[in-house]
């Protein structure tokens, strides 16, 4: 565990009254929204608390408080400024200086372009161009995927993380050089810490940063997210930030059990394979888990309860900040038997306090027109956004904004039913509905039935042409640790022992080591539908990822 950064308290100890600035008389009862204040406050109120846990690269337990957190963001911000960098890529994984970076690029004035490193080098190299970004911060471990980039640009700086313990000397890196070199120059043109920087925004409606939807069939969108939309929870409670460079199960257990976590997000799949993890135990204390990315099954939720991870189900997009619905649970449910109230907990739910709430309408409407289905939880129609928690628009795509915003909502391509207690459930993305002899099959509500299994692990559903139907369902599968299963006794099972229609029943299914899904967990159809043609050129990390469902 490392100790307190003193030569960066040394340095400077700015955080007081960071907003002391008298506001002009017509501002005095309102203020710019901007999630980059939270940042001095929390290290305001409470220093010492710890903001950050983290295994580094060099594998030291890395612990920092939140003056610590507060005074290396600063120092980003003030080394951003002085050299004029305004649109800040960053090429990082789950790691502290990806924190500090999106509260220092902010702080400066900055706008971040967050790339996931999992994308193939061309899309990176796409993204970082089409965003027009002046300088990248960049993981050394994964320095050499902007090498095309590098090649075309050349004059774009690359401030590179070493991600060790150490901030100064043989261990530290170019980021670390570049939070003290801010810092000295905040020291020597006046020492204004915090109020020299841009904490509280101009314009709460400006740009903050710039995400990129899925590539999967045609490039990459970049996404405006603005200062007053854009919430930033953990630093707001002055909670701690548990930074992971990958996804380690059995390291996810040992957290929860001795760290004591009381919240973790994760996709459904991350889920899965905890909850299989040879690591599972069931927790002392109960732990809140936001399951999104992809559709939850009810059984997943069922076995996230007896672990005592108690799943709270929200849904977004890429386009709409992440989360703006929440599954809210009603204490009637505990009256209901187990799997009704595990299927209401995996349903989409309400809108989020925060933005107004949510619509389903009917499909294959003229232009501008907007139409309700009934809340019957069976007439199916598009989700559809408006509040607070929408994206601005498309960077640069006027075309595709107006297609987003049609008829002055936003849209999902989600498709769902509304239930009568207001209450959505996605059914499916529009283009992964199967229509077989008539019959819409939801691929989602499919792969719900036949992890039911207990021998199956994952599940995923793409259709396959059919001669007689038109189309069926061909699934992909994984089987639990330690099972063995084929396709035909899944097929045997589904048929005479689920509760799945016959007209639903997969006319293929296949063992797969593994399925192929996005950074966030969802499952990449578009690479299933190319296997179900035979195609496995097509491989599990070839698909730009996406963000929402």
Known sequence: MSPPASRLQA???????????????????????????????????????????????????????????????????????????????????????????????????????????????????????????????????????????????????????????????????????????????????GSKGWEGLKAQCDDENAAIAIPFTSGTTAKPKGVVYTHRAFPWAVTAVRGTHYCLRKIDYPLIWTLLKDEKITHFNAAPTVNTILCASKSA??????????????????????????????????????????????????????TLPLKEKYARMARQGHGFITALPIRVVKTEQPEGVLIDVKKDGKEIGEIVFLGNICAKEYFKDPEATRKLFDGGVLHSGDLAVWHADGSTQILDRAKDIIISGGENISSVA???????????????????????????????????????????????????????????????????????????????????????????SVKLGDVLGAFGY
């Open 11 to 189: 340095i400077t100890s700015h955080i007081l009254h960071p907003f002391s600035s008298s506001p002009s008389p017509q501002a005095t009862n309102i203020h710019q929204l901007s999630p980059t204040f939270f940042l001095p406050r929390a290290a305001e109120i409470e220093p010492e608390a710890t903001a950050i846990y983290h295994v580094t690269a060099n594998n030291r337990v890395l612990r920092r408080s939140y003056i610590e957190f507060a005074d290396r963001a600063r120092g980003l911000a003030y080394f951003l400024m002085k050299h004029g960098f305004k649109r800040v890529g960053i090429l990082a994984p789950n790691t502290p200086a990806f924190l500090e970076s999106i509260f220092g690029i902010a702080a400066a004035g900055g706008i971040n372009v967050a790339v996931n490193y999992r994308l193939k080098m061309e899309d990176i190299s796409y993204i970082f161009e089409f965003g027009e970004v002046d300088s990248i911060i960049v993981d050394a471990e994964y320095v050499h995927l902007l090498d095309d980039f590098r090649k075309q640009h050349p004059s774009v700086p690359f401030i590179v993380d070493t991600d060790t313990d150490a901030t100064a000397g043989q261990l530290s890196g170019p980021f670390d050089e570049a939070v003290l070199e801010g810092l000295g120059h905040d020291e020597a043109t």
């Open 281 to 334: 135990v069931k927790l002392e204390q109960p732990v809140r888990v936001t399951v999104a990315a992809s559709p939850p099954t009810a059984h997943l939720f069922e076995q996230m309860t007896n672990l005592n991870l108690f799943p709270v189900h929200v849904y977004g997009l890429t386009e709409t900040y992440g989360p703006i619905t929440k599954g809210y649970h009603m204490p009637v449910w505990e």
């Open 446 to 536: 499919l792969e719900a039935m036949l992890v039911q299994n207990p021998d199956v692990l994952e599940a995923g559903v793409v259709s396959v042409p059919d001669s007689h139907w038109g189309e069926r369902p061909k699934a992909f599968i994984t089987v639990q640790a330690g099972k063995s299963l084929t396709g035909e006794a899944l097929i045997a099972w589904a048929k005479n022992e689920s509760s799945i229609s016959k007209f639903m029943v997969p006319r293929e299914v296949e063992v797969v080591d593994e399925l192929p899904k996005t950074s966030t967990g969802k499952l990449k159809k578009n690479v299933l539908r190319a296997w179900a043609k035979g195609d496995r």
